[in-house]
């Protein structure tokens, strides 16, 4: 289990949509009269619970979900829970992600607006030179019942919207868990058609490039940009509230030249020295030179991917003032050129 401990101060900020809670109770069929068994321990009554406007704090949802675990009958519930929550219980972010042009898009809303729905989950997406991989990982602690429960719903509900946007099941995706193998993992390719293995060092699943090129026939613009717009208002509204030392940076790096900002400039800016800055940022797991190589490689990738640009053009724009640089960085990022990584992109399109 890979999980950051650091944001304690986040565990009471009410930011949680309340409905996946109350999808929980529905699958566990309790009634109107057994709900405070399912809110034990989280202090929120049955009538606050049954408001659709009412937003849970992190410790409360996980709380739910360790309750949910001792009230079920059913050793799988996480996957049945997953097949539960449909595209359209994420709200803006399901919508924009079931209209994305193609499955690499839909990935990315993913990764860039899961925190409008679960403040304590994070993705990452790296790519090779066959593939796609998405990575998750939880910023709080959570029990070894709560930790396989939120894998198992995760991945379900990934598979499902995957498998709606290309069309057909993708029996060639994988899937490596964190937790040891289940007693019941037989039941998951009734959930699961892609392959899947255990006891893995992090939550990953791995698709194709070939796969996430395939135009989503459902695909719509208008409704893509409509929802998009409203994933970026929430994350806004949700952003400022968490004040992390990682959003800081991020946004300071977004905002003016990359190569002009030293570490030393963005500790000050924060009033703290760059020994102190750098151990806040290993304790959120991550490192000043990591946040800003992952805005280079997503912004060099974007390039490559959507535009026409030359590799000298997009080399100039990210402020390399020599291309040779560039490259030898991208190769660190992707483990092959960027003329490489733009053919292969196109070449399985």
């Keep these: 289990m890979k999980n950051n401990i650091g944001m304690d101060e986040n565990l009471d900020i009410a930011n949680i949509p309340s409905n996946y809670a109350r999808l929980i109770g529905r699958e566990l069929a309790l009634n ?10 989280t202090q929120l009554t049955t009538a606050q619970f049954m408001q659709d406007d009412t937003l849970l704090t992190a410790r409360q949802l996980v709380q739910i979900l360790q309750n949910s675990v001792a009230l079920s009958e059913h050793a799988d519930f996480g996957l049945r829970l997953g097949k539960r929550l449909t595209p359209t219980t994420h709200g803006a972010m399901g919508f924009l992600v079931n209209s994305s042009p193609n499955l690499l898009i839909a990935l990315k809303a993913f990764k860039e607006f899961i925190p409008t729905r679960i403040s304590f989950a994070r993705l990452s997406i790296e790519y090779t030179e066959y593939s796609v991989i998405m990575s998750l990982h939880f910023d709080i602690q959570l029990s070894e019942q709560v930790h396989r429960l939120l894998a198992e719903t995760c991945a379900v ?44 060092p992090e939550i990953k699943a791995e698709f194709s490039l070939s796969l996430c090129n395939i135009p989503n026939a459902s695909a719509n613009q208008d409704s893509y940009l409509l929802a998009m717009r409203q994933c970026e208002s929430m994350l806004q509204q949700l952003q400022p509230i968490k004040q992390s030392y990682v959003y800081h940076i991020q946004k300071m790096m977004l905002s003016s030249s990359l190569h002009e900002l030293s570490e030393e400039q963005i500790a000050a800016s924060l009033f703290m020295s760059k020994r102190t ?23 060099a990738s974007s390039y490559l991917l959507e535009s026409g640009l030359s590799i000298d053009a997009i080399a100039t724009l990210l402020n390399y003032h020599d291309s040779a640089n560039f490259r030898r960085a991208f190769k660190r990022w992707f483990q092959m050129s960027p003329s490489e990584y733009r053919y292969k992109n196109k070449k399985s399109s």
């Design 157 to 200: 509900i990934l598979f499902e919207c995957a498998e709606f946007i290309v069309g057909r099941p993708i029996h060639d995706a994988k899937i490596c868990f964190a937790h040891a193998e289940p007693n019941y993992s037989q039941a998951y390719h009734h959930y699961l058609s892609g392959h899947y293995s255990f006891a893995a």
């Design 32 to 41: 109107i009269r057994e709900l405070p068994q399912l809110l034990q321990f």
């Design 277 to 299: 800055l750098a151990r806040k940022l290993a304790e959120n797991g991550t490192s000043f030179r990591e946040i800003r190589d992952s805005i280079l490689s997503q912004q």
